[in-house]
């Protein structure tokens, strides 16, 4: 996964629920295991919403973010 290190208070992802030190587990039912895995299945993700996967504090978490 990947960790999170900051997030703008006005982003979508803050919005969505995501926070300083969640850790991305999944885009959209796809594992992450790099920076550029989390890049392009953002990029690549079709619909109106993406769902991520996100461990926090030993928790799994799904968040919908906006796309």
């Known amino acids: 996964g990947i960790i999170i290190i ?3 208070a006005e982003s979508p992802a803050a919005g969505a629920g ?3 030190f969640d850790i991305v587990k999944s885009v959209n039912g796809k594992r992450i ?7 392009s299945n953002l990029n690549s993700a079709s619909g109106r919403t993406i769902e991520i996967e996100i461990n926090r504090n030993d928790t799994a978490v799904r968040l919908n973010l906006p796309k």
């Open 6 to 8: 900051y997030v703008s």
């Open 18 to 20: 995501m926070r300083q």
């Open 33 to 39: 295991r790099s920076l550029m895995d989390l890049y």
